[in-house]
């Protein structure tokens, strides 16, 4: 636990740490971008956008993935869609228990 807060403090430090920063910064936001082109088409639940999405997996696609790696990619589209909701990009909607998201 030490040892990562002392190589954590070192990367603050750095040129490295704000080159991560910008590589993260960027990724989210081609991933926003990616998401809004998938709305254009119509209100969508996270599992059918993060199907839709770009995985860096070689040789696989979305059907052939397997169910702990889909758990993953929703989560992480999940937290794409609710930070876009929260700057006002998209819509949450809940109907019949189902959430669903549009622009």
């Keep these: 636990m030490v ?4 190589w954590l403090l ?3 430090r750095t ?3 704000t080159a991560l920063v910008y590589q993260l910064c960027q990724k989210g936001a081609l991933r926003k971008a990616q998401i ?9 639940n996270a599992y059918d956008i993060s199907g839709q ?4 997996i070689s040789d696989t696609d979305w059907e052939s993935l397997p169910a702990l ?3 993953s990619a929703v989560m992480e ?12 990009l998209v819509e949450r909607i809940i109907e019949d228990e189902l959430i669903f ?3």
Excluded at 37 to 44: D, L, P
Excluded at 81 to 88: A, D, K, T, Y
């Design 3 to 6: 040892t990562e807060f002392c």
């Design 10 to 12: 070192g990367m603050i």
């Design 15 to 17: 040129s490295r740490f």
């Design 36 to 44: 809004l082109r998938i709305f254009e088409k119509n209100t969508c």
């Design 53 to 56: 999405l770009t995985w860096n």
């Design 69 to 71: 790696h889909k758990r």
């Design 77 to 88: 589209g999940i937290a794409h869609l609710e930070s876009m909701r929260w700057e006002h």
């Design 101 to 103: 998201y549009r622009l």
